[in-house]
């Protein structure tokens, strides 16, 4: 069969869960073959096609069917982001005034792609471009202002199909950080006081310092009240405040201290879980070692390779920002903090993904070998209008030093 004549058959349809779920993860499974002799990384949706999507405002899945079988998927999610800031145009400044006055967000309706999939049998006949396009239709018709994708800088296949074909354009570059979780639990500094927040005081506060912060989501509260979030931690210096003394965040901006810093946890291990395939038995073997002496001896406190090479789960630290000079320390006993949870629950890594240009990123442990030092947006301007003024074009701004992911699109 030709690919106009390909073209013509491939019926790009919405996902039925009563009746789609074995093909799609038959689809999954025969894309997710690595190269030969080298690691690769597999992911378990848990038998939840829609599982990375659904905690989204808007959501759609699409399946390309070919005669009665599935050979391509598309996800796609909508939700209201921080794209800028302004001046309120009510608010006067003197050069009399102590403080200049705050900015205000701009936000704009942005959809976001993932998981496209086209089994390999179908590939280079067009289908993953058709399940882009109608995808696009989807968010136009929802009122959708922008629209990007997330993929690795060295998938040159996906990167040509946005950039050559769709017409997006690379934009960002983040940092995927990622540490593992060893069999003992790390120190939390004494001179370290964490604070968990409840939803509600959690909210005040990433409104007030980083609803600014590009991609901040307009819904914050529905991500801190959703039943994946596990809280959301404080890190201040010892004696400036405590849980028993905690008065709540509008308290806290009247009388802050030197230096703070905050993070969220989500519960990605429910939603899906990963597996390293391709690893030697020696590789195996050392690995094993390093936990099974970490495990008898934890007072060594020896960085152990977590069990990667079956499935695992992971926790995902966002919302994470601070303020001062021992900011970064702050992050780093919070990402302590942030591990021993994810030991209690039985987590592989737990993983962050930060601006490449973010100042608290120094205080993130990570593994190298595990992380991307640069990860790949691109986006695509779909309408000529911003929901909040006119500011000019969002695909073309220079990033900012921090951003803000949304760890439902994790």
């Not at 009746?19 to 378990?44: M, N």
């Not at 829609?50 to 699409?62: D, K, T």
């Not at 406190?301 to 090479?309: D, G, L, T, Y």
């Not at 629950?345 to 973010?358: D, F, M, N, P, Q």
Request: charge should be positive; hydrophobic fraction near 35%; charged fraction near 25%.
């Amino acid at each position: 069969m030709n690919v106009e004549m390909m073209m013509r058959n491939t019926v790009v349809r919405e996902f039925d869960p009563n009746k789609d779920c074995l093909g799609v993860e038959d689809v999954e499974r025969r894309c997710e073959v690595g190269p030969s002799g080298k690691l690769c990384l597999f992911t378990d949706l848990l038998g939840d096609p829609i599982c990375r999507v659904r905690h989204s405002p808007a959501f759609l899945m699409l399946v390309a069917e070919v005669g009665d079988e599935i050979v391509g998927m598309i996800r796609g999610c909508i939700k209201t982001v921080t794209c800028g800031k302004r001046i309120s145009r009510n608010t006067k400044y003197t050069t009399n005034d102590i403080e200049p006055p705050k900015p205000l967000p701009v936000y704009t309706k942005l959809a976001y792609i993932l998981g496209l999939r086209v089994s390999p049998s179908h590939r280079r006949m067009g289908i993953g471009l058709k399940l882009v396009k109608r995808m696009e239709e989807w968010f136009r018709e929802s009122g959708v202002e922008y629209s990007y994708i997330a993929t690795e800088n060295d998938n040159y296949a996906s990167v040509k199909l946005f950039t050559d074909k769709c017409g997006y354009s690379k934009f960002r570059t983040p940092s995927i950080l990622v540490n593992p979780v060893f069999a003992h639990r790390l120190v939390v500094p004494k001179q370290v006081t964490i604070i968990q927040l409840n939803p509600s005081d959690a909210e005040v506060f990433y409104r007030r310092k980083f609803s600014t912060t590009e991609f901040f989501p307009r819904d914050i509260d529905s991500v801190l009240n959703n039943k994946l979030n596990l809280g959301t931690f404080l890190a201040v210096p010892r004696g400036t405040y405590s849980p028993d003394s905690w008065a709540g965040s509008d308290s806290f901006f009247s009388w802050p201290p030197e230096s703070w810093a905050i993070l969220s946890v989500w519960n990605s291990k429910d939603v899906f879980k990963l597996e390293v395939r391709g690893a030697s038995r020696v590789k195996r073997t050392l690995a094993k070692t390093t936990r099974i002496v970490d495990r008898v001896l934890p007072w060594l406190r020896i960085p152990s390779v977590p069990e990667v090479f079956s499935p695992f789960g992971l926790h995902f630290l966002y919302g994470l920002g601070g303020e001062g000079p021992r900011a970064a320390k702050l992050v780093k006993a919070l990402c302590g903090h942030a591990h021993n949870l994810a030991k209690e629950r039985g987590c592989g890594v737990v993983a962050t993904e930060v601006s490449s240009r973010e100042p608290l990123k120094l205080g993130i442990p990570h593994w190298k070998m595990l992380s991307c030092d640069e990860d790949l947006w691109c986006i695509k301007r779909l309408g000529e209008d911003y929901s909040d003024g006119s500011l000019g074009d969002w695909t073309k701004s220079p990033p900012g030093l921090s951003i803000f992911v949304d760890p439902r699109e994790f």
